[in-house]
């Protein structure tokens, strides 16, 4: 997929029909890198001198060329315009409420969000998840430069509060527990737990014998799990991983070998943190594919994964997780999945371009959203979210962040992303009034 050039995001539309028209995308980059993103005001300008040093047959292509690339921005500030005033008409609606007041009355009211804060570079080449803590006081982001950052919402320099380091790879994935007191990452083949407050390591392990794609922590604070490349996702039980994976802890789990019932012995991988659920089992068949990323139920009586192989597993916790529903209906890896905050419905995002919203009791899809036009790698419910009623938001590789009724399955609003790549990650904090990606 191209580059898209920098300016303001919401030209991509733009840069797009002029590709299309021209097929031309050294001068569609050209173009529209002469776009500022605070002065958007202003089409394509001519270049005259290089216009005059062309030969007919150039000058005449350069001079088509340019004529689309005008025509495709004024059509694109043309939707702008409109959007903007259709969401006056809906502030004029709600006159001077506040916002928790709005959510209230009509949850589905409030769908654009406005950016007020850019932290810039905040993992080096890549940033590859973020996170709020349940207080809302505190970002912690993840990414290419193997580190984490913690940015406070507010702060005026837009710079990391504290940077975690340490981790021997990428930093995939971090959460923060429901208490705040831990943070907890993925990194490589390896676990991190980390004390966000004064920015110590809790906990350290080796948890799976390839890379690690995703983790988080239940509802509840008492588990946490791991998904990995080695086609397995292990569920922790979070005080014991605390305890037996700091420093100085008995890296021996299992004193005496252990053999399954044909003699073979079984290995472990825990490195003195026991696994409570190994999904799937010893002996049973889960995924085909690498496992990308996982959500538990709120009451933390089951779990679902997500993976490679196109399918959604849903584990039974309370059952030693036992599998106990396969849920198919994509037909491109799984790329992320998210339950809502009642546990009645979830939904999953593939690399297609498709979000498909389910029933956790029913193996056929609900919904199958399909506004997004390439890899779609984030999803996030809506804390409104009650009896599979409320807001869903997705966001990818498009550059789009789409909001969707998830209990019609109707696009009802659309973010103006002001990224200038692809979107990795999406989180809403606990107010349900702020966005970050």
Known sequence: MAHKAKGDVANSHAHGKVAEASSDQGYMNKMFMKLNLEDTGMAPELDEVEVAGLTEVAKEKHLFLHEKAVQAYHEEQARKKSAMQRLMQ??????????????????????????????????????????????????????HDRSISLFRPHATNGMPARKLKGHKAWTIQCCFSPDDKSLVCCSGDSMYIWDPSNGTLKAEWEAHDALINGCTWSQGGKYIISCSNDLTAKVWVAKTAISKGKKGADTHAHTEPEFDDKGNEIKHHEHGVPVEFHLPREGERGHAGAVVKAAFSPQEDFCVTCGKDNMVIMWNLKLKGTKDRVFRGHNEPVLNVAMNYDGTRFASTDNSGTCIVWDPKVEHPIHILKEHTDIVYCCVFGKEAKDGKGRLITAGHDNRICVWDSYLGTVIGEVDSRHSSWITAAALDVSNMQLAT
């Open 90 to 143: 809906k502030d004029d609606k709600w006159g001077g409420m506040a916002v928790a007041e709005i959510i209230k009355e009509e949850p589905m009211a409030i769908t654009h969000w406005r950016p007020n804060k850019i932290f810039p570079n905040a993992n080096g080449l890549g940033v590859y998840s973020v996170a709020w803590s349940s207080k809302a006081d505190m970002i912690a982001t993840a990414g």
